[in-house]
C-alpha cells in the first residue's frame, strides 16, 4: 500500500538521551515534513525537505536534527538540547510546486508519541 | 513566514444543522493553496477540503463546502446536515507554491456536535 510509515508509535526518551524517530515514504514525493503538535494545540513546523540531501528550518528547530539521504525517508533526531520534548510528531510529504493530481496536498503518517521519562 | 488564524477554539453545532468555522491568513505571494483537515480522537490528519488561490469558484465536497474571500485573506469552512462522526479538531493550513512550498497551520478548532 502507498503511504507514509512511522516508527515507533511510543517512545519514551530519558533525559539526556538523543532519540530518532523514522519516517518512510513510497508517494515519490520530493517533499517531507515533520511537526510537531503539543496536547490541545495546532501542528508546528520543525524541519522540512524538498530534495534529497537538503533541507531547511522550520520554526522550532532548535534541540532536533533531520537528514535527508535518501528521497523516501526523513528521519528526525530529537538531541538532548530540546527540554521539553514530550508531544505528538507528525510526518508528511508531497508533491513540490504546481501539482495538478494533488493539489499540492500535504499526507501525513499516522504520528509518533515522544514521551520524557 | 506566512501565518494562519483560526479565531474560534471551539464551537459546538445541533446535528443536521450547518456550522461555519473560520480561518484568515497572512501572505505576501498571490499564488497558493489553502485547506482544511480534520484530525479525529486518533490524530491521523484527514484532507477535508482544499482550495487553489487563483480559482475564484469555492470549493464544494459533499458537506463541506468554502467561502474563499482573497481579498480579505479569508477562508471559512461550511459543514452542512452535521453529523455525529463530524466531531473532531479541524484546522486551517495554508501553503505557498514557488516560496519555500511549506505549509503552516492555525491552532484549530475544536467542534462538538449534539446528538
Known amino acids: 500500500d502507498g503511504g507514509i510509515t512511522q516508527s515507533p508509535k511510543y517512545l519514551f526518551r530519558k533525559e539526556g538521551q538523543n532519540v530518532t524517530l523514522s519516517c518512510e515514504q513510497n508517494?515519490?514525493?520530493?517533499?517531507m515534513y515533520w511537526y510537531r503538535q503539543d496536547p490541545g494545540q495546532g501542528l508546528r513546523l520543525i524541519y522540512y525537505?524538498?530534495?534529497?540531501?537538503?533541507?531547511q528550518k522550520g520554526d522550532i528547530a532548535e534541540g532536533y536534527s533531520v537528514s535527508r539521504e535518501k528521497k523516501e525517508s526523513f528521519p528526525l533526531t530529537v538531541t538532548s538540547a530540546q527540554k521539553n520534548p514530550t508531544a505528538f510528531y507528525l510526518c508528511?510529504?508531497?508533491?513540490?510546486?504546481?501539482?495538478?493530481?494533488?493539489?499540492?496536498?500535504?499526507?501525513f503518517g499516522e504520528g509518533s508519541w515522544l514521551t520524557v521519562v | 513566514a506566512q501565518t494562519v488564524t483560526q479565531s474560534q477554539p471551539e464551537m459546538s453545532v445541533q446535528e443536521a444543522e450547518t456550522v461555519t468555522l473560520s480561518c484568515t491568513y497572512d501572505?505576501?505571494?498571490?499564488?497558493?493553496?489553502l485547506f482544511w483537515y480534520k484530525q479525529p480522537p486518533s490524530r491521523q490528519m484527514i484532507l477535508v477540503i482544499r482550495?487553489?488561490?487563483?480559482?475564484?469558484q469555492n470549493a464544494t465536497e459533499n458537506r463541506f463546502s468554502v467561502n474563499f474571500q482573497k481579498a480579505a485573506k479569508s477562508f471559512s469552512l461550511k459543514i452542512s446536515d452535521s453529523q455525529l462522526g463530524d466531531a473532531a479538531m479541524y484546522f486551517c493550513?495554508?501553503?505557498?507554491?514557488?516560496?519555500?512550498?511549506?505549509?503552516?497551520f492555525g491552532a484549530g478548532t475544536r467542534l462538538t456536535v449534539k446528538p
Open positions: 525537505s524538498q530534495i534529497v540531501n537538503d533541507f
Open positions: 482550495q487553489e488561490a487563483y480559482k475564484q
Open positions: 493550513a495554508h501553503r505557498e507554491i514557488y516560496n519555500n512550498n511549506d505549509m503552516r
Open positions: 508517494l515519490n514525493h520530493d517533499a
Open positions: 508528511a510529504s508531497s508533491h513540490i510546486g504546481r501539482d495538478g493530481l494533488s493539489g499540492n496536498t500535504i499526507y
Open positions: 501572505t505576501s505571494e498571490s499564488d497558493y493553496y
